[in-house]
């Protein structure tokens, strides 16, 4: 086997959403692209476009820009390791966590969520992988879908999942109504 084979064996596939309502969403999503792009050891390889989404949960707050990139990382990430990193990229971008539980779907400069870490699957409360409302968002899977076709999760075709959510799309713009707020 050559170096270069198994350098390519050995990389992981991850789905990152990103998403923002502040008045400079466009600008926030591609500062985020720009941090996550930074990070060592691995490369951003592909990006959806961008889809402007209705509110889910908490819906007095203007729609979202969102999106979902691609990253391929060395073996060296893991999924703890890449949330903190994403985290950490949240923080720099001046995303405050509301205190207040009613607004935990409430306006944000930047939210990054780590929907999919290649096939793993982590049930760590402080790192859950697949995202644990990924297969519930409209938001998150039709973008994955423009960027991994072929993605599963949990042994389900992505499509599968979307086919399964009441939802409408209409130009880039998502429109879902309400998603369960739970987990």
Do not use: K
């Given at each position: 086997?050559?170096?270069?084979?198994?350098?390519?064996?050995?990389?992981?596939r991850a789905?990152?959403?990103?998403?923002?309502?502040?008045?400079?969403?466009e600008?926030?999503l591609a500062l985020?692209?720009?941090g996550l792009?930074r990070?060592?050891?691995?490369?951003?390889?592909?990006a959806?476009p961008l889809?402007?989404?209705?509110?889910?949960?908490?819906?007095?707050?203007?729609w979202?820009?969102?999106?979902?990139v691609?990253?391929?990382?060395?073996?060296?990430?893991?999924?703890?390791r890449l949330l903190?990193?994403?985290?950490?990229?949240?923080?720099?971008?001046g995303?405050v966590r509301s205190?207040d539980?009613?607004?935990r779907?409430?306006?944000?400069a930047?939210?990054?969520?780590?929907?999919?870490?290649g096939?793993e699957?982590c049930?760590d409360?402080a790192?859950?992988?697949?995202?644990?409302?990924?297969?519930?968002?409209a938001?998150?899977l039709?973008?994955?879908?423009d960027?991994a076709?072929q993605?599963?999760?949990?042994?389900?075709a992505?499509?599968?999942?979307l086919?399964?959510?009441?939802?409408r799309?209409?130009?880039c713009?998502?429109f879902?109504?309400?998603v369960?707020?739970?987990v």
């Amino acid at each position: 086997m050559t170096e270069n084979h198994t350098a390519l064996h050995e990389e992981i596939r991850a789905y990152v959403g990103l998403g923002s309502n502040s008045p400079e969403a466009e600008a926030m999503l591609a500062l985020a692209r720009e941090g996550l792009s930074r990070l060592p050891e691995l490369r951003l390889s592909a990006a959806s476009p961008l889809y402007s989404t209705e509110p889910q949960g908490y819906t007095e707050q203007p729609w979202f820009l969102n999106q979902v990139v691609e990253l391929i990382l060395a073996p060296v990430w893991r999924p703890r390791r890449l949330l903190a990193a994403m985290l950490r990229l949240e923080s720099t971008l001046g995303r405050v966590r509301s205190p207040d539980p009613a607004l935990r779907y409430g306006p944000r400069a930047i939210d990054a969520d780590l929907l999919l870490f290649g096939e793993e699957h982590c049930s760590d409360p402080a790192c859950r992988v697949p995202h644990p409302r990924l297969t519930q968002r409209a938001f998150a899977l039709v973008p994955l879908l423009d960027i991994a076709p072929q993605v599963r999760i949990e042994g389900t075709a992505a499509t599968q999942w979307l086919a399964r959510l009441n939802y409408r799309l209409d130009g880039c713009r998502i429109f879902q109504g309400r998603v369960p707020l739970s987990v």
